[in-house]
């Protein structure tokens, strides 16, 4: 429960359970932080230009990284935040770093995490994520920025 009772701390779980040397990581506690029927939307560039999204599942982004994840180390921690709350809603604008071993002095990559969350009265739970990295013609702005 300590994972779920503030923002804060669903965030830090979040990139917790992603981060951490090649091996499993912990899908049960993962899969505890999402809402039923939640899901994790990846952004990205077609080879034309075309921007689109992969809308996947809690067990289908396990699915889609799992072998990476056994594979190769991954970092990814959050280097400042926006939050936008009001009632059981909120938005969180979580701005990102990752990088293949936790002490690299340069992140391989950056981005921002677009999280939304709902709070059901007794927990947190993230409903939906979607993300984007930085690019050349996508820099991080200034006001997302440690």
């Not at 909120?90 to 969350?117: C, D, M, W």
């Not at 013609?137 to 440690?146: A, K, M, S």
């Amino acid at each position: 429960m300590k994972d779920t009772q503030t923002i804060n701390a669903i965030i830090d779980a979040l990139y917790d359970t992603i981060s951490g040397p090649a091996g499993d990581r912990d899908w049960n506690r993962f899969r505890s932080l999402f809402f039923p029927g939640a899901h994790l939307i990846r952004t990205s560039i077609a080879p034309d230009g075309t921007p689109q999204a992969s809308v996947m599942t809690v067990e289908t982004y396990e699915q889609d990284t799992g072998d990476f994840f056994r594979r190769e180390s991954f970092y990814e921690a959050e280097t400042t935040h926006h939050i936008d709350h009001f009632g059981n809603v909120a938005h969180v604008f979580s701005t990102y770093e990752a990088r293949h071993e936790r002490n690299e002095a340069r992140p391989f990559k950056r981005g921002i995490n677009s999280i939304q969350l709902f709070r059901d009265g007794i927990r947190w739970w993230v409903v939906s994520i979607l993300w984007d990295n930085e690019r050349e013609d996508n820099p991080i702005p200034v006001e997302y920025l440690p």
